[in-house]
């Protein structure tokens, strides 16, 4: 199951995945449809996607997709956003 947690914190955007899990293909299994993960520390997050979840959880959508762009601009000055989907870099921690 995938939930974004803390939307309105854009300053700590990361992956966190639970022990329970298991693999690493476990854990692509269950972000197929929201990103692809690349290793143990990188994945991929769908733009559209994370604006879905974030629209659905923010208490205020709008103001958070303005947000959310926001911070994507600035990300892609440093590599963090591509042109190609999934298009969001973002770190993986895996929970104790």
Do not use: C, N
Request: hydrophobic fraction near 45%.
């Amino acid at each position: 199951m995938v939930v974004l947690e803390q939307p309105e914190d854009f300053g700590r955007f990361h992956l966190e995945i639970d022990p329970a899990v298991g693999t690493l293909e476990a854990a692509q299994a269950g972000l197929s449809l929201l990103g692809h993960i690349e290793s143990r520390e990188l994945a991929w997050i769908d733009h559209g996607a994370l604006f879905e979840l974030g629209r659905s959880t923010a208490a205020e959508p709008e103001a958070w997709a303005t947000q959310a762009q926001a911070m994507l601009d600035k990300a892609a000055r440093y590599g963090w956003v591509r042109a190609e989907s999934p298009s969001i870099k973002s770190h993986i921690i895996w929970r104790a």
